[in-house]
């Protein structure tokens, strides 16, 4: 039998990955379901991932089979705008959390890390195609190591933090400031978000991209805290 999962959206209109979904979860090997709504049954999955889910679902913390993957080092950067924030916090390491759903926000038993470095070149919409790229591995390592669907994880530990949402008006600039200080801020926007100032009344867009697209990088180091286990992983599509 195909083992069974669940990508949960916010709605369908968010589902722009279908391409890559497929390559990891060929329909020949996979039984694969694309949804808005919470499963009437969760226990006929495998996996339910809850894919940049913003709503919290009361019961799913009763399953060990719903998953929700952050970017973020957790429990440091809870919240809002992990990509942003990585950036706008000059981190040199890109991390994603995979976590068991729980009733707070980001705060589920964390069943794997993945870690890359942010490269020079690197911006918030370049980091955003990794980022799906490797939620979909770490979905598939999380079935290869737990296929039956119950994951172990260990509880969150250290001082956590917690990003409250940002708006448009957020990011304007002060273009009296040196750009080099601006940078941290333009690298994590993205151009369907750009940031923005004003000059004579007039409101002038910022979107900042390397003139050559930069190199994924060479490898991503993948920790399964629970079971004491490191691997790596380089196998882009």
């Keep these: 039998m195909r083992p069974r999962i669940c990508f949960l959206l916010n709605n369908l209109d ?37 894919w940049s889910y913003r709503r919290i679902i009361k019961d799913a913390a009763k399953y060990r089979n719903v998953v929700v993957i952050h970017s973020s080092d957790l ?6 705008a992990p990509i942003y924030h990585s950036f706008k916090e000059e981190k040199k390491e890109y991390v994603m ?6 009733t707070e926000v980001d705060a589920g038993d964390i069943i794997m890390r993945a870690r890359f470095q942010i490269e ?4 918030a919409s370049f980091v955003r ?6 939620s979909l591995m770490m979905v598939t390592k999380i079935l290869n190591q737990w296929p039956d669907g119950i994951a172990s994880g260990i509880q969150q530990s250290g001082v956590s933090s917690y990003h409250v949402r940002r708006f448009p008006k957020d990011n304007e600039i002060d273009i009296s400031k040196p750009l080099k200080t601006l940078l941290p801020h333009l690298r994590g926007l993205e151009s369907n978000n750009p ?27 993948l920790e ?3 079971l004491n286990k490191v691997e790596t992983w380089t196998g882009w599509a």
């Design 14 to 50: 968010e589902f722009n990955f279908e391409k890559m979904l497929y390559s990891y979860f060929p329909v020949e090997k996979y039984e694969v379901k694309v949804t808005a709504v919470f499963p009437e049954n969760p226990n006929h999955f495998q996996l339910i991932v809850l």
């Design 75 to 80: 429990p440091e950067g809870r919240g809002w």
């Design 97 to 102: 959390s995979a976590i068991l759903a729980a």
């Design 120 to 123: 020079d070149g690197y911006t």
């Design 129 to 134: 195609e990794l980022d799906q790229e490797v």
């Design 195 to 221: 940031a923005y100032f004003f000059l004579n009344k007039v409101k002038y867009l910022i979107d900042v991209r390397p003139e050559a697209l930069p190199n994924k990088p060479k490898k991503v180091l």
């Design 224 to 226: 399964y805290p629970a």
